[in-house]
């Protein structure tokens, strides 16, 4: 027992003697926070009480860098009554000074080893309804609701809606605390959330191409759809206009829905006359083709298919250069409005973009052409009548007004007061059909047309590159 117990003191000696420096460096160094104690992160050596009150206050009066988006503006703490609770950190710190802390802290020191670190969170007080109405005021004069697009008239273009944006008051109400008892930064970035503009709708489009078809000195209509949505405009697009060459997109569609498999050299040749130049024999080649070696027969039977294909106004009362009788029709009924139409071959912008319609949707494997003539027209016929077409060299009209690449195909027609086209064009955020016609009294010059056409073409084409972009 004896031995135990001197065995004992001789720890206890020892220890004294390996804890003797530690314990006079804890003395030295102890201040109004204890040694292996910390406040907010910060360590304050063998500061008195008076000297950590002076420093958490300097350091939490600091003001707040704040930012809402790219706004920088200034928030004081005292704005918000904010003040540092010293008397509750100094009592909790003091009372981390229990034996089993000074010992781990002695006992760290003597081996040389980090101690660890206990460390007291920032007590503060602050007025919360300050802080509310601070945010509410910034929210008041920072926050917008989005904006629209707009129809910019004199510029021909549709300026692109704005974003809006809102503060979102709790996440930038904790933002704003953790920042004010955070000693490492004063920077603070409030929590903004950014709507969206409304959606740019065809309504702004067609108020754009309404005002351009105005500035035009005669009789304009126009035609667009939208083929993966649907979407359409329709202006002065069921008046009556000489269908002219544009027939002939008619034409050919119905001759590959005669023919059975590839044309052969001769129906080949006369097609990509038909399509790629005047080609006015060549289409009449090819009505008699239609009607088994006749004609007129050909302009029976085209008549008829447009019939079925719900096409009330297009039509053809004989083969071109000739005359045939009289067809009235809804679009040339009309007494409101007239563009003294060839009485022989007429159509309508709408009715002409339709049958451009039926053949992109019948390359795409749907559409109302299969519907009608599932067994007699494939789609295989027609991605081929988009290659014919695609020969026309003409590109004035509609496709001036498109970028340079842009995969479009179109047919055109003219006469001396009056000239009409009609395309599919891949836009940026899939094909659409575009069917314009023009008619002035007395004289319509090439020209002019083209510009009126390339222009409109690039408004419709702005438009689209716009939706995309917002995507």
């Not at 002076?54 to 005292?78: G, H, K, M």
């Not at 009789?219 to 027939?247: K, Q, W």
């Not at 009330?312 to 250069?321: I, Q, R, V, W």
């Amino acid at each position: 027992m004896r031995k135990l117990i001197l065995l004992s003191l001789a720890v206890l000696l020892i220890c004294a003697i390996l804890l003797a420096p530690s314990y006079l460096r804890y003395l030295n160094t102890r201040g109004a926070i204890p040694p292996g104690v910390r406040v907010a992160g910060l360590e304050f050596g063998s500061a008195d009480a008076n000297a950590v009150v002076a420093a958490l206050n300097r350091q939490f009066s600091e003001p707040l860098i704040v930012y809402y988006a790219d706004q920088r503006i200034l928030l004081r703490p005292q704005m918000l009554a904010f003040e540092v609770d010293v008397s509750a950190i100094l009592a909790e710190a003091q009372a981390l000074e229990t034996p089993g802390h000074l010992l781990r802290v002695w006992l760290a020191d003597a081996l040389h080893r980090p101690a660890v670190v206990v460390n007291v969170p920032l007590r503060y007080r602050f007025d919360a309804e300050r802080l509310d109405d601070w945010l509410n005021d910034l929210a008041a004069r920072l926050d917008r609701a989005p904006l629209p697009a707009q129809v910019i008239l004199e510029r021909g273009m549709i300026v692109p809606g704005q974003a809006g944006r809102q503060l979102d008051l709790p996440v930038s109400r904790e933002r704003i605390l953790a920042t004010l008892s955070n000693p490492h930064t004063r920077t603070v970035n409030l929590a903004v959330r950014e709507t969206a503009p409304p959606a740019v709708t065809m309504a702004l489009l067609e108020e754009l191409l309404q005002a351009r078809l105005d500035r035009f000195p005669g009789v304009a209509g126009l035609f667009l759809r939208h083929i993966p949505t649907g979407e359409e405009i329709a202006l002065n697009a069921d008046v009556a206009y000489s269908a002219m060459g544009t027939m002939k997109l008619a034409i050919v569609q119905e001759v590959l829905r005669k023919l059975d498999g590839t044309p052969d050299l001769r129906t080949s040749m006369l097609i990509s006359q038909t399509v790629s130049m005047a080609g006015i024999a060549s289409a009449n080649e090819l009505l008699a083709l239609i009607g088994d070696g006749d004609t007129d027969q050909g302009v029976v039977a085209l008549n008829r298919s447009l019939s079925r294909l719900g096409l009330k106004n297009t039509f053809m009362a004989a083969p071109y250069e000739r005359v045939g009788p009289l067809i009235r029709t809804p679009a040339n009924s009309r007494t409101d409005i007239t563009t003294r139409p060839d009485p022989f071959i007429q159509t309508t912008p709408r009715e002409m973009g339709i049958v451009m319609q039926m053949v992109v949707e019948c390359s795409r494997g749907g559409g109302a052409l299969l519907a009608a003539y599932r067994d007699e027209i494939t789609q295989a016929e027609c991605e081929m009548l988009l290659t014919y077409l695609a020969l026309n060299p003409v590109t004035d009209l509609i496709v001036s007004g498109l970028p340079q690449g842009t995969r479009a195909i179109h047919r055109h027609g003219y006469t001396s007061d009056t000239e009409g086209d009609v395309a599919a064009i891949w836009g940026p955020t899939g094909p659409y059909v575009l069917a314009i016609f023009l008619y002035r009294p007395g004289w319509l010059e090439w020209n002019f047309a083209s510009e009126t056409m390339g222009a409109l073409s690039k408004i419709v084409w702005d438009y689209f590159m716009l939706t995309a972009s917002q995507q």
